[in-house]
Every structure is written in C-alpha cells, then in structure tokens.
C-alpha cells in the first residue's frame, strides 16, 4: 500500500465522511483538505462543526468543506442529510462511515426505538449508505470504508434478539456494534461483486487512539479507562491513518482490513490485519443485516 505520505494531489476527489467534528475523523478530513480534495462532513454538534470549519479555512482559505449538521441516533434526519447530498452531488469518490459512540452507560432508546449504540455505530451508516450508492458508482475508483474497532473481538451475540436486550451491558453493546461494522463491509463486498458494482469495501480500526469516544459518556469505569487510555493510546493523527490509507492509497482492495501493526493492534503505523472471525460468518452477517433490514426496511438489491 503507498504510504500516507506518498498520497498524492486530491483534487477533483470528493469525500463524505461521518463523525468528522473531531477525533480521528477531524484528522482524516483535515489531511483530506491539505490535499484539495472537496469533503462534506458530518456530526451531530453544531457548534463543533462551524468550529472546524474556521480552523480549516485558517489553514487553508479555500477549502471546500461544507458541514451537515445530523444527529445519526434519528434517522429521518440521516435521509434528510443523505438526500440532500444526494441532490446535490455528481459523484461521490469515498464514503466513510466513521462517527461512533462508545458504552453509553445508560440503556437508551433512539427516536426510531432503536439501542442507542447500535442506532448510532452501525443503523445509521446502513441507511447513508444505501441511499448514497448511485453517487458512489459515479466516483472515480471509490470505496466505502466501514470504521470497526478492535473491540469487535469482544462482541457477544444473541442470535435470538436483535434489538430487545434482556441485560445491557454497555461495552457488549458497543463491541458489538463494531463488528456489526465490520460484517456490514463484508456483505457490501459481496454483495457489490454479485452485483458487478465497481466500488471497493474496506473496513479499517484505528487501534487505540486518544480522542473524545473516553469522555463523551460520564462512568466510572469512563473515567478510569479514559485515565488508562491516555496512558497507552497513539494520537488521533496516528490513529486516522487507516482511513487516509484506506481511502487513497493504491495497492488497497475490496475486503481488506486495514489497521495499527504494533501492540495487539492497539497502536503502530497501519497494515492488512486478518478480519475477526466472528465478523466473518454468514450466521453473523445476515443477523446485522436482517437486523438493519427489519429496522430500516431498506434492502441492498
Ligand atoms: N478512539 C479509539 O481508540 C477508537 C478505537 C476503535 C474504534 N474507534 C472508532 O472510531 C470512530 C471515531 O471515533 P473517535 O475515536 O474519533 O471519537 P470522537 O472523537 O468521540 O468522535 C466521534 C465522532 O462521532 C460523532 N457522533 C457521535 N454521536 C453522533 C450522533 N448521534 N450523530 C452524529 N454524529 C455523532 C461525533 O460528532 P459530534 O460530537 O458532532 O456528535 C464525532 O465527530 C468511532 O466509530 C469509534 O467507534 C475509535
């Protein structure tokens, strides 16, 4: 894979990425504009998003960068948003599902009745995704990449319930939504191969890397890990690379698995891993989908 650095001019190149107000999402998008490349991000803060724009446009005037503000835990706004991107886009090059919660520690509901977590990690992106799909096919070599985590591994599924939990427990939750990200990548994979479709799938973790997923929710056990994490973790910058990578560098296929080669995967500069098992078995894929497919009553055909 070209190294990041060798990435070259993204002019013409045109980037929709979620949970691009900060964290690894503001470095990918800010490396992304360096580079000309047009983007169109998304989050839910306001007040962040207009931040970003003023700090984008103090590096580089004019960068074309343009902010939809969308609470992803609502999905009559992610159609509203996805629509208009949709209205107003020829082509779409990469799409990265990115934005992400992490061990809400309360058990809540989306608008659409949906656990907040997977609403939000995984629900939402299935839907932006769908609807973007035409602009995708007009882009120039694109590719989707699906933002999981190593914390996927931990994942631990009632195969009987998709959205009805009988005990919530926060991090299950939430490693579950990550593989539930990365089995997504895998069925658009197949599902764009059956379907003659050109774009790439790519699912990419950004092994540990300090950002605000240790301080949105306020726990204990938040608290703690985020005091542990600080200690351990790469920056946000180290950790966007998966996505710089998996978004432009040549050498780059559908189904790859792109992230940090040192420490268990937790930090390092980013390689081809091997996907996680569990993501990877048709029992496992189509409970995500038939999931999102009950939820949404949106079907991939
Ligand atoms: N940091 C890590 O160590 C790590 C490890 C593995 C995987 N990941 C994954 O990396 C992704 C990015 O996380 P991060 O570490 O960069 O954390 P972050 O700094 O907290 O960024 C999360 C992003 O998601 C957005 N978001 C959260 N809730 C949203 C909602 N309801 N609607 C719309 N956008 C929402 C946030 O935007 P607003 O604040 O504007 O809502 C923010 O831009 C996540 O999917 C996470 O699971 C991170």
New binding site residues.
Partial sequence: MTKYNEIGDLTNKVVVI?????????EALTFFIKKNATVYF????LS??ELLLQEVRKIKEDAKIYFYQ????NLSEVKRVANNLLEKLDHIDVLIN?????RNPKFELTVDGIESQMG??FI?HYVLTSILLPKLKNGNNPRILN?????AQGAKIDYAHFNDYKKYKPSVV?SNT?LA?MSFGIFLDSFFKKNNINIKSIIV??????????S?YKSKLMKFGGFF?RLI?QT?FS?SLPLIIGAFSDGVESLDFIGPKCMFQTKGYPKKLKLYKKGTTSKTIDFFINGAINITNIKFE
């Fill in positions: 979620t949970g691009g107000t900060s964290g690894i999402g503001k998304l989050g839910s803060s962040k998003g969308c609470n992803q835990g990115n934005a992400g919660v992490m939000i990690n939402s933002v999981s985590s190593i914390a939430y990550k990200m973790h950004p092994g540990v890397s300090k950002t605000g997923l240790f949105r994490i973790s946000p950790g």
